[in-house]
């Protein structure tokens, strides 16, 4: 690279430097944020788990309630195994709803975990409670998404939530402060490949 | 509910699991996946996170390369501490370009780390490689996109490999299995909130 080159480049990255710090300065307010991973493409409840994961990094205290998945163990349940010290972990217990076919059983299983969430949230060491799935339970009509949407702002206001799963409503969408969509470019279920264990369970 | 509308409720799972279960039956190749998590939204980098820990739970050897981020201790590095047995995590180490304002280094730490990446990409027992920001050194010409995108697809068949950062260059799209886009519908950025201990970092 020549000299010119160098010296231009230089003038980019400080401009963007002052750019950048000139944002982060702007920035002042610590907050529990509520937090919303959507869309039909794969990452939400991965990245749900590698928040969990950034949090317990910190040694804070975090929960999680799995609204739609079963009992079945899964790769990031045996891993975050290693974190009973800090982690408490709830599932709904019922499997999937089209396993059961059942929705009366279906609704008195996600109304459960909801207690149970509602009970989290008031526990004051809690950082991080993630919410997995919540959207489909919300979804199907299992739980009243006003009462949910009321109930997460009225949380302790340093609480962290993280909600996961397709079709968030539009009144949860409202009352977040960061929304995610995950879209799929490209998914190799439409290739062909299976389900792997490491990738998606 | 009445009894007609638990019946089409029944009904209607039935025909969901149904289809579920020919779509199943028809992926049936197993293989290392190329995956790449892009887009300008939050999530890239957690769901990688996310997906060393669903790995390293079924007990399979992983490995980590940052390209961008720095030496700093992150709450994520701090966790993975805890899978010291099963995982190679290399930092870059020169942070941030905006920062050192060194192009020549840059493009020398992004050489090493790429040289680490590779070796890496040799061991027999790697199940799963994520190259964390890798996106970032091919969007600033850090390193030769059709030699990474070669190299990637010269690499173990069985092995999973996930890259991430904005700019996704589209021989690598192109390449891959999974392209997933996070997309922000709502940052918390913007209403002035600051980067927060187990949230960004």
């Given at each position: 690279m020549s000299d010119s080159d160098a010296a231009r480049h230089r003038a980019r990255m400080q401009a963007r430097k002052a750019v950048q710090d000139a944002e982060v300065a702007r920035k002042t307010i610590e907050k529990g944020l509520l937090m919303v991973n959507t869309g039909r493409g794969k990452g939400k409840s991965t990245a749900g788990f590698g928040l969990l994961l950034r949090m317990l990094g910190h040694e804070r205290r975090c929960g999680v309630v799995q609204f739609i998945k079963g009992q079945w163990q899964t790769g990031e349940r045996a891993a975050l195994a290693r974190f009973d010290d800090l982690l408490d972990w709830h599932v709904m217990g019922e499997g999937f709803t089209w396993e059961t076919q059942d929705r009366a059983r279906?609704?008195?299983?996600?109304?459960?975990?909801?207690?149970?969430?509602?009970?989290?949230?008031?526990?004051?060491?809690?950082?991080?409670?993630?919410?997995?799935?919540?959207?489909?339970?919300?979804?199907?009509?299992?739980?009243?998404?006003?009462?949910?949407?009321?109930?997460l702002q009225a949380r302790p206001p340093a609480l962290h939530v993280l909600i996961t799963g397709r079709n968030a409503p539009a009144a949860l969408i409202a009352a977040a402060d960061l929304v995610t969509e995950m879209t799929p470019v490209k998914h190799h279920f439409d290739a062909g490949v299976k389900a792997q264990p490491g990738i998606e369970f």
């Amino acid at each position: 690279m020549s000299d010119s080159d160098a010296a231009r480049h230089r003038a980019r990255m400080q401009a963007r430097k002052a750019v950048q710090d000139a944002e982060v300065a702007r920035k002042t307010i610590e907050k529990g944020l509520l937090m919303v991973n959507t869309g039909r493409g794969k990452g939400k409840s991965t990245a749900g788990f590698g928040l969990l994961l950034r949090m317990l990094g910190h040694e804070r205290r975090c929960g999680v309630v799995q609204f739609i998945k079963g009992q079945w163990q899964t790769g990031e349940r045996a891993a975050l195994a290693r974190f009973d010290d800090l982690l408490d972990w709830h599932v709904m217990g019922e499997g999937f709803t089209w396993e059961t076919q059942d929705r009366a059983r279906d609704i008195a299983a996600a109304q459960r975990a909801w207690a149970r969430a509602t009970a989290m949230m008031q526990e004051p060491a809690l950082a991080l409670l993630v919410l997995d799935e919540l959207n489909i339970a919300l979804r199907y009509g299992y739980l009243d998404t006003e009462a949910v949407v009321a109930a997460l702002q009225a949380r302790p206001p340093a609480l962290h939530v993280l909600i996961t799963g397709r079709n968030a409503p539009a009144a949860l969408i409202a009352a977040a402060d960061l929304v995610t969509e995950m879209t799929p470019v490209k998914h190799h279920f439409d290739a062909g490949v299976k389900a792997q264990p490491g990738i998606e369970f």
